[in-house]
């Protein structure tokens, strides 16, 4: 279960960031030449969803992977400034913050 929370942490991270994409675009054309609000009104609540998503996620990360308070704020904030959640999830993984569970060893049993 560890593993797939991580996973989709990681996932949505990125998809965040995308959203974060289509919602920029979506803003300049509708506040741009063109006027046209569709790329606002698909990617609005799109990116909200992957939003609360990822700030779910962070948290349940955090504690799964026993995060102290001070990197369990910057990930939550990385979800207001554009692209910083794909910063966060690099800097994570490298720094071994998103590491998989690793399976207790099992010590052999003397027979007889």
């Not at 399976?103 to 052999?108: D, K």
């Amino acid at each position: 279960m560890r593993d797939k929370v991580t996973r989709w942490f990681v996932v949505v991270a990125i998809a965040e960031a995308c959203s974060w994409l289509g919602l920029l675009v979506g803003m300049a054309v509708k506040y741009g030449p063109p006027g046209n609000e569709i790329g606002v009104q698909i990617f609005g609540p799109v990116h909200g969803a992957l939003f609360m998503a990822y700030g779910l996620l962070a948290l349940l990360v955090a504690r799964q992977q026993r995060w102290g308070w001070g990197i369990t704020l910057v990930a939550l904030a990385c979800a207001v400034p554009p692209f910083a959640t794909l910063a966060f999830e690099r800097w994570a993984h490298r720094r071994g913050r998103l590491a998989p569970a690793v399976a207790p060893t099992r010590t052999p049993t003397p027979v007889g």
